[in-house]
């Protein structure tokens, strides 16, 4: 099982789709969603990121502009990586739900720019809602941080 739960993860990267693990528990899937949504934003790919998302979700960020749908979340996640935010990292603190809807919540910490343009380190808590799919993978319906 170990293997291919390995395989599956590896796929799971390499297409940059939120995958479940496929029978694993809340805690699993939600950590493989999370560090392939890490992945994308590290490459600077927002269409990937985007694609995490269901059609209707929504993303509440600390600047109060509601982005709903992938294309709106797009937008703003290209907007954070034109102004240089890197390294993105989600550790989940919590995670549950069942075979249709999934929480996690995690500690997120990034690199960029401060307001002068001298490089600082960013963190704060977030709170993902996602949906599963019919083939088991982990799709956002909701996301919010600070």
Not at 50 to 73: C, D, F, M, Q, W
């Amino acid at each position: 099982m170990r293997l291919f739960h390995a395989s599956a993860f590896a796929v799971f990267l390499l297409t940059v789709a939120p995958v479940g693990s496929f029978g694993a528990d809340a805690k699993s899937d939600v950590t493989a969603a999370y560090a392939a949504w890490d992945a994308a934003f590290n490459k600077g790919d927002a269409k990937g990121i985007a694609a995490a998302y269901l059609p209707n979700a929504k993303l509440l960020p600390p600047t109060h502009e509601v982005a709903s749908g992938p294309a709106a979340i797009e937008k703003f996640f290209a907007g954070l990586h034109a102004n240089g935010v890197t390294n993105h990292k989600l550790e989940v603190i919590d995670a549950g739900g069942d075979d249709k809807v999934v929480y996690g919540t995690a500690n997120w910490s990034a690199k960029g720019k401060d307001k002068d343009g001298k490089p600082a380190d960013f963190s704060g808590i977030a709170t993902h809602v996602f949906e599963r799919q019919a083939d088991n993978s982990l799709k956002l319906r909701l996301h919010t941080f600070n």
